[in-house]
């Protein structure tokens, strides 16, 4: 089995969010540079594939030079080869076309990726990878089994969550669920040493015309304090969660 | 040429947030000078689309299509929108709209912006504000292709009324091969689900145990509000993984959120702060939830909620 990795790099969770340029663009000084916390679900769960199965993985980044130390990352935690397409990633769908170019030329049977990133939060581009490719395609996915061509996918729905089968090729929108928090490698010293000897190829792009563009951020305004109310005189809160903030 | 949105239903019914697709609908429609038209599937009774704008229903009934299925339902959508000349479509932020909505993109060559917030801030060029960075910041989005497909955030725009005229008109759409086959579904059907409920009270690893848990239900059915938890606890094992909430969870904008000895770590924060109102109770004061919250009590959770709980069934009792 061949599976795809897709791995978006973006900030860390505790970073500072903030803009340069007019407030155009993200401000990228000082900022740690993660997996995707959606995609390494996938990633690990990928991992498991490649032991237990005898899976091959791949993984695969759209953007400049400066995500490789995340894909490198990636093959510490042992996927066995990299990929990044050369070009920023400028939305949602220029990045799902680029995948999806690579789905196609690499015959991959399984693609994860997960449900949203972090950075921009757009959720598309699994989904649209699967349209693009004309490939199964299931999002939210908090179990994965595959037995020879087809795949037994378990995802969150409201309230509750649903089963499915569906065959090979498949795409796949990757969460916690996926596998457990507690499942997640930390990179070990000879992993980070293996990852140097493994591929990372780079490919040129395909020319997209993007569908949208990042005109301004704007910061959300300040929060005004927290008003505290005293153990002892929970009426009070009750009348302020009544008359004031109207929510009950 | 009509704005399309699509109502979504649930054993028949509209969805509440479907509502506010239809709302959000209308404005944009007002915006571009034209009609809101609205596609139903399998939904029973649909005259109350009438007080939201809807001018026209499209209605697809047809047993087959009892449980969503995300291509299926993205096609039907797509024929409803060439049908019509659809330039707009819009969906909620459901975890199904959120399925659906890229492969739509796809079949409409649509440019497709998530968690927008408000009407267009202008049509021409079409820009819209959404959230971006897990709401620590705010985005303005250029949607450049002749179609475009917006995805609502919940609570944002709200439910407004409009009071309008509507036709329908049963729509047969062809149904393609989907390809996923559902085994089973496990669903409580008689609990307020995180993403529908307007109230969440939600607890942490300040309860201590899983047995503590009787009196933030009770709290929860005084509300109608639905349960949730932080990521600790539902790591723990004391909760179920569906009721955790936060970043790597699911994403809450209810109305209400009621955190009971969470701490607030920057994680959970992030997928709790579309919520309009935030209320903690915590024995710590320095806990970063006070940051976040807009009203606080400092206190032990075991004797702050059991008196909140019997306070509120007064106050309920005289409403």
Redesign the interface.
Known sequence: MKILVCISHV?D??SK?N?TDDNTK?DTNGVQFIIN??DE?GLTRSMWFKEKQGAHVTVVNVGGTETEPTLRKALAIGADAAIRVNTPAI???SV?KQLAKVVQDGGYDLIIAGRES???????????I???TNS?????C?SLEVDGNTA?VTR????????????LPLII?G???IV???DLRIPNMRGIMMARQKPLTVLDPINIA???????????AA??A??????DN??E??S???NE?K?? | MSVLVYIESEQGRFKKTALEVASYGKAIADQLGTTVTAITINAMETSELETYGVSKVLKVNNDSLDA?N??IYASIIQQAAEKEGTKVVVVSS???S??????L???LN??????VLEAPVSTSPF?VKR???????????????DVKILGVSKNSFGIKENKTTASIEDFTPSIPES??????????SN?V?I??A??VVSAGRGLKGPENWGMIEDLADV?GAATACS?PVS?LGWRP??E?VG????PVAS??YIAIGISGA??HL?GINSS??K??INTDQEAPF???????????AF??VP??IE??KA?KAHQ
């Open positions: 900030p969770t505790t969010i803009f993200f916390p959606n679900f939305d949602g769908f799902a972090l950075d921009y939060n757009g959720g598309m581009v699994p989904g649209m699967a349209g693009l199964n395609f299931v999002n939210n908090i037994k969150e729905i409201d309230g509750g969550k649903e089963t499915v089968s569906a065959d929108g969460q916690k669920g457990e928090e507690s993007p569908e949208t563009a990042s005109v301004k951020f704007e910061k959300p929060k005004g927290v008003k505290l109310v005293s153990p929970l009426d809160l009750i302020l969660l009544h903030a929510v009950i | 969503f995300a291509k459901s975890v199904n959120k399925y659906l909505a890229p492969l993109s796809i079949n649509a440019g497709y912006a998530t968690n820009i959230t971006a960075f897990t709401n620590k910041a705010y985005e303005m989005f250029q949607i450049n292709t390809g996923i086959h559902i085994e089973s579904v496990d669903k409580a609990k689900t993403a529908d307007d109230i509300l990521k790591d993984h569906s955790h970043q790597t969870g699911k109305n209400l920057i994680q992030a309009k109102v209320v903690v006070f940051k976040a919250a807009d009203y606080g009590v400092v206190g032990d004797v702050v008196q909140l306070k509120l106050f």
